[in-house]
């Protein structure tokens, strides 16, 4: 089996910093994309920045300048720092990430972490 555990998240005020990490571990031959997603109450999970494993990565125009994803693929480990946070940026970030497990063949599949509560207080 494969999990993605998240952390780093939390209460700050609007204009202050987080990180939050999200650590995959198990039967993991390959991790292709690794992406960070949001869901604030009463709207859809968005897709806010991926990166493949080559290192490109993508953002939504609500958090491009401010956010910035990576990733430590030795340690099966994406990143989402988080500066000059809002009071919109309030939700659950979920990451995600596509991976071929060992022994399971070269499709991919994806999985999801469970989810860590970031609040920005104005």
């Known amino acids: 089996q494969v999990q993605l555990v998240e952390s780093g998240g939390g209460l700050v005020q609007a204009g202050g910093s987080l990180t939050l990490s999200c650590a995959a571990s198990g039967s993991i031959f390959r991790i292709n994309d690794m992406a960070w997603y949001r869901q604030a109450p009463g709207k859809q999970r968005e897709l806010i920045t991926s990166?493949?494993?080559?290192?490109?990565?993508n953002y939504a125009d609500s958090v491009k300048g401010r956010f910035a994803i990576s990733r430590d693929n030795a340690k099966n480990t994406v990143y989402l720092q988080m500066n000059s946070l809002k009071p919109e940026d309030t939700a659950v970030y979920y990451c995600?990430?596509?991976?071929?497990?060992?022994?399971?063949?070269?499709?991919?599949?994806?999985?999801w972490g469970q989810g860590t509560q970031v609040t920005v207080s104005s």
């Open positions: 995600n990430a596509l991976i071929v497990r060992r022994y399971a063949g070269l499709r991919p599949s994806t999985y």
């Open positions: 990166i493949t494993s080559g290192g490109v990565t």
